[in-house]
């Protein structure tokens, strides 16, 4: 099979964009500290949506028709925020993560989520 030399290229030139992309994000993160380690883990919602937070202060979200991942993320106040290049999430903490029956919880913009 033969592949003409440019997309062979270009295909290394976005393979190598990613990469550079991710190094750079996980070099700008800023660990979770005291109390934001709680946060760590992923989190699946009543609703289908995903959020996985790192230690290292990376994390990825997916819902439905918006994913992405290797975002940074801080904790502050009652905000979640995942930032990336491209796009942010903003989200609200109506409460931090606590102990249930059902196992750990959160809930983030009035949507519950449960440690996996």
């Known amino acids: 099979?033969?592949?003409?030399?440019?997309?062979?290229?270009?295909?290394?030139?976005?393979?190598?964009?990613?990469?550079?992309?991710?190094?750079?994000?996980?070099?700008?993160?800023?660990?979770?500290?005291?109390?934001?380690?709680?946060y760590a883990g992923e989190w699946h919602g009543k609703n289908g949506t995903i959020i996985t937070i790192r230690e290292s202060g990376t994390g990825d979200y997916e819902t439905s028709g918006k994913s992405f991942s290797f975002a940074l993320v801080s904790i502050e106040d009652d905000v979640l925020e995942m930032d990336l290049l491209i796009t942010n999430e903003v989200f609200e903490i109506n409460a931090s993560p606590f102990e249930s029956e059902d196992g750990t919880m959160m809930v983030v913009n009035g949507e519950e989520f449960i440690k996996k």
């Open 1 to 38: 099979m033969n592949f003409p030399i440019g997309s062979l290229i270009g295909v290394i030139i976005i393979l190598a964009l990613i990469v550079g992309s991710i190094n750079y994000y996980n070099e700008r993160a800023e660990p979770l500290d005291g109390d934001e380690v709680k």
